[in-house]
């Protein structure tokens, strides 16, 4: 039989886990250490988040969180290689690049602790809210994407998808049109090799997600999600691409879910608890500081002063997610037109009544 | 002033606002050089370019989630199903995101698109083709859903769709695309959404319908009349939120209400109205509501589909049904 | 027998079957080493392997696709959504395939599946997954829809909806899978489809609901005996096709109706029932029909979502309402 | 970068558009002129059918009818290589493949007529029926498959689909999960570059349609879809393999849609006349006619010979379908459900007198 059409899946990494080099040429932004200081930093920040967060759930003081333990480096990779007129269209743990994005800590708290005002947030105005119905934000990429290019925008759209939302027909579809339409937008797998119970082998036959572009008709790219600087390198090249009107690209981040799935989950009912252990050695922040440490741009003391200014940071965020009271009942009604309709009008007056009686 | 079928109000209205707003995007299956299997978007590729008129990959979750992305981004969609069987993929994006991404933003965001779709059966069309489907939206929060009946509403209420800056679910009844020619003054002059038109007025009776079954009720009224029965009916038109004040009025004057449409009958549309007025008006009802619809079945195959389908004849039963009570 | 929580009374409902049919098959996201997220399939396929017990890819409309395949080849798939927000993209595989098979090759093939799904909001849980969506699969054909309020009837009639030969869309209030736990005999006996159930009798104003709204509705009828008033209390249980014969013999005796649901309010499965009452007892009815629902947004996060659900002080106040009426 | 997967996309054809030979060895079957007679005969009363069926619309006595014009060789290979047990899911206009599977023409014919009888057909009783919903077949394919798998039965599925359905989710969900299952399942494409008005362009970015297994982690191939010795060959052999186990196979069939949509479209608005007369010249039966000539098989007079055969049975097939009365207006109710509630029972009543008083 003829062959008449063959593909490759590449795969990216510049540091590996002990912190090396595996590769001679470093792209541009890595060679200046206070770039690279500035992502350990959000990495850091965004660790004493996730941990604290969890506390807070822990104590009753939130609602259900999704942990990004161990997604750091996709994370804040890709917050970093975007642009602020970029648009953003994440699953629902991807603080690290909301933060670089200019999304407030506490606004990611009250979304968890059960308040809408936390997706009204101070990052771009035009970004989204968090996508908890899985792949559906991959569409509202794909049509943020096309809005851009029928205007003629140097602008381009990411989605975060894990490896289990692969498994979504949405996902496909806007595939599928990214490639038809050459659209501007940036898939990025997140691929933790978990959703939920569900590991990756039972999710897919498929011995790469990045493969999945295929079926889009375009570029695939695996990349170490561990490896901050192999992700912000892939993301700035995908971007750059996009924004020259080459179309998209699909990046599979590899990288592991070092917490349960939420804290509503239990990962000790599915997964061994050696595999996490491993999975624990290939974490993106030891290498980074091992990097940083080894070209003199870090030590201990660093170390220790980030930690406290992060947590007075958090503290203070924690305080703020505190101090902010009941949204008002009134609240619920009043966004959902824009020319609101007699009935709701009326519905929301007996619901403030009733909020006055009872409580 | 020219003489249009519904169809040609719709491309008319799409037209006017392609040229009056350069957010206005029209894209779905087929609406390019085809002009929609319909014709609704006949010439208007060819006359505002590919630009502004999209042929889309074969996928209706894709076309109403790539909406809600342009319409967040300041583009006004207006996207269209092929068939009225083909919407149902389009459920999960319109109720999870944009019916609600105004409100989950706290007014951040919004989602100013149309979803057109044909609806209803009568034109002998192949098997998932000729479903009535407006009650699945018109219990979304967040989303208007608007029915035309004639060439006219059909433009006006289109125009408002687009203007409108949150989602309108558009169902147009394909068997009144090329019936009843209208004179439709072209000069993008809205109709008001979220309000019925009272089409005929009447003291004995308050009938109303919505889409095609407008024509059975209007035939119905007609044939009554002859025989001394007074029949007032009201389009919906705007099938969620409702415009009560109207119907109750009308109520409220006769006494008497038949609710029409061809949707099956088991929590279709007709069920809240005739809740909603026995609830505020029960004690001017002198008959029980008679609700008259198509049955809790699918949509049969065309060779049954008048037996499906309210004809005048039970619509006319209905309402002696209610005058005698 | 044992003291079951209703989570417990849908696994022990599953494994039954699991046990006496070789036919059923259990598939969903998380369902096998996990037991689902809500442990509804905890042990499962520990108990009875990998080939009974299925974790699927993660995609909804696959799952119920897939069931219709595998229902139409003489398995019984009990397929899980794993949480009520998701649900929407097995719309289209329901509508148009699941519930109209047998109908349309005219008796050749059938679905012999149960759609389960978590359903409603109470118990903080995070974005989309507190909705209420009876009443868009109530208004399908063909389809059945259930909703038990008990550990004991979440047993019964999840075994008569495995063992129905057409669709069953089984709705589990998640609010009350670990509360109120009942002595549940694990003896295979079903529950009558198609049937409501009187939980409490009484001559002054019939109430219906059904799911976890059952619980304030019965708090509501308690608070007001001591006021005198005397509440008849029904729960729905199968939402479609509703049991209008048990409602209307109870609306017949106390000449009063309230419909308390926890959905949106607009085309809820409640404007069906007080329409339908509203046509068949006019004549009986003392007061307006009066529905104490959710409101037509979507449920909000957490912090409100309590302002948005009936509480038992809006479910009393209606009552009253209409027992001053 | 380093290549972490790579994927080669095959083309099978024996015989080009010419009737000569592509390749030295045929597949067994097509050795023995007998099966190659059947298959041509089979094909030939295919276009027949659609000839009479299209004028039978023409004339208002049907509805709308989608023309199989120049499918035949991709239809009535699928039919050849499966067995009776196995089971159909195609999309709408597969009339080869049925009719070689026990479907009666007549029942074709009632289908779109309008009478749900139709799908009440003679074939193997667990085949299904047309799925008009793009898509959505493919799900019941993996449905059924994993049935047969679970009962150990060695039996695959096979499901149709048109270029433009693989933009649908529902398609590469499928996908994915027959991968994952490793799914008794074949799924074709019937690649005819053309959705209505759409053209494969415009609706995929993809170099080949049997790239979309790689999204499932499984073998996608090409074939000539006029080419009915290389339909049956390469759908015997993913049946085979099916059915024993190794899983899914994905096969595109290139081919070419010689007619407008259905007899509702009118393709000149969209489709180069060029185009078509070029497409013509590579349509199956010309091809597998001349090879029969030319290995001594076949002449002009068995020509003329079945074609009288063929419009014999047809004229036969019609007269059955026109002598079936309207369906009862009862029926549309008696099927919806095995145990039928009271409500739909009295508007069966209500209906059934309707039609007594009305007609
Ligand atoms: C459409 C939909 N179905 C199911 C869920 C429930 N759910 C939430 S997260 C999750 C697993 C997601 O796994 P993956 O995509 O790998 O992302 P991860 O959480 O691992 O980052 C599931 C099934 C959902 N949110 N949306
Ligand atoms: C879900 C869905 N959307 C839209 C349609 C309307 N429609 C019928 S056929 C068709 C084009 C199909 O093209 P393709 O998949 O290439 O198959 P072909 O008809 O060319 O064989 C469309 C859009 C449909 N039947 N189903
Ligand atoms: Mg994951
Ligand atoms: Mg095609």
């Given amino acids: ?359 | 002033m020219a003489k249009l079928a519904m169809v040609e109000a719709v491309t008319a209205a799409l037209a006017y606002e392609l040229e009056h707003d350069p957010a206005v995007v029209v894209l779905g299956e087929d609406v390019g050089v085809n002009g929609g299997v319909f014709r609704a978007t006949n010439g208007l590729q060819q006359r505002f370019g590919k630009d502004r008129v999209l042929d889309t990959p074969l996928a209706e979750a894709l076309i109403a989630g790539m909406s809600i992305g342009m319409a967040a981004m300041g583009m006004k969609p207006v996207a269209e199903i092929q068939f009225s069987g083909f919407i149902y993929p389009t459920v999960d994006q319109m109720i999870n995101h944009a019916g609600r991404l105004r409100t989950r933003t706290r007014g951040r965001l919004h989602v100013p698109m149309v979803l057109r779709a044909p609806s209803g059966g009568g034109i002998h069309a192949p098997e998932h083709h000729s479903e009535s489907n407006e009650a699945l939206f018109a219990h979304m929060p967040g989303i208007r859903t608007v029915m035309p009946s004639s060439p006219s509403r059909a433009y006006g209420l289109l125009l408002a769709a687009i203007r409108d800056p949150d989602p309108v679910v558009f169902l147009e009844p394909t068997r009144l695309y090329r019936i009843n020619k209208q004179e439709v003054e072209d000069n993008g002059q809205a109709l008001p959404l979220d309000t019925c038109f009272v089409l005929r007025e009447g003291n004995d009776v308050t009938l109303v319908s919505w889409g095609a079954m407008i024509h059975e009720t209007m035939q119905a009224a007609a044939g009554l009349a002859d025989q001394g029965v007074d029949c007032e009916v009201i389009d919906l038109a705007t099938i969620s939120p409702i415009d009560f004040e109207t119907i109750l009025e009308s109520v409220g004057k006769t006494g008497r209400l038949v609710v029409i449409h061809e949707a099956p009958k088991n929590c279709g549309v007709g069920a809240e109205i005739a809740a909603t007025v026995a609830e505020k008006a029960i004690y001017s009802l002198k008959a029980p509501i008679e609700r008259i619809t198509g049955y809790d079945i699918p949509m049969p195959l065309f060779k049954l589909e008048h037996d499906y389908m309210p004809s005048v004849a039970r619509v006319t039963a209905g309402i002696r049904k209610v005058m005698e009570a």
């Fill in chain 1, 1 to 359: 039989m003829k062959t008449v059409a063959s593909f490759e899946i590449k795969y990216l990494q510049y540091l590996d886990s002990d912190g090396r080099l595996t590769q001679k040429k470093l792209p541009k932004f890595a060679e200046n250490p206070d770039e690279l200081l500035k992502m350990y930093r959000m990495m850091s920040f965004v660790r004493v988040f996730d941990t604290k967060s969890i506390a807070l759930q822990r104590t009753g003081q939130l609602g259900t969180y999704a942990s990004c333990l161990g997604h750091e480096a996709t994370h804040v990779g890709i917050g970093a290689a975007m642009r602020p007129e970029d648009a953003f269209f994440p699953m629902y743990r991807e603080y690290g690049a909301q933060f670089w994005r200019g999304v407030k800590p506490h606004e990611v708290l009250l979304f968890w602790g059960g308040d809408e005002r936390g997706n009204n947030f101070s990052g771009p105005a035009h970004d989204f809210a968090w996508a908890v119905p899985i792949a559906t934000q991959c569409h509202h990429a794909a049509g943020a994407a096309l809005a851009f290019k029928l205007r003629g925008e140097k602008r381009a759209a990411v989605s975060v998808i894990g490896d289990g939302g692969t498994s979504q027909g949405d996902f496909y579809e806007s595939l599928n049109a990214a490639g038809a339409y050459q659209l501007p937008v940036v898939f990025v797998v997140s691929n933790n090799k978990w959703a939920i119970s569900v590991p990756l082998a039972a999710q897919t036959a498929c011995e790469t997600l990045a493969q999945k572009a295929i079926a889009g008709g375009f570029e695939g790219i695996q990349v170490d999600g561990n490896d901050i600087i192999a992700v912000r390198d892939i993301m700035e090249y995908a971007l750059h691409k996009a924004r020259s009107g080459k179309g998209p690209t699909l990046v599979e981040a590899l990288t592991y879910r070092l917490s349960d799935h939420t804290t509503a989950d239990d990962a000790t009912r599915y997964r061994d608890k050696r595999e996490v252990e491993e999975a624990r050695k290939q974490e993106p922040l030891i290498r980074l500081r091992k990097y940083l440490t080894d070209m003199g741009a870090w030590d201990q003391k660093k170390e220790a002063k980030l930690l406290e200014e992060c947590s007075a940071q958090m503290d203070a965020e924690v305080k703020l997610y505190k101090d902010t009271g009941k949204p008002p009942v009134a609240s619920m009604f009043d966004h959902m037109f824009a020319n609101m309709p007699e009935n709701l009008l009326a519905q929301r007056d007996a619901a403030v009544a009733e909020e006055q009686q009872h409580g």
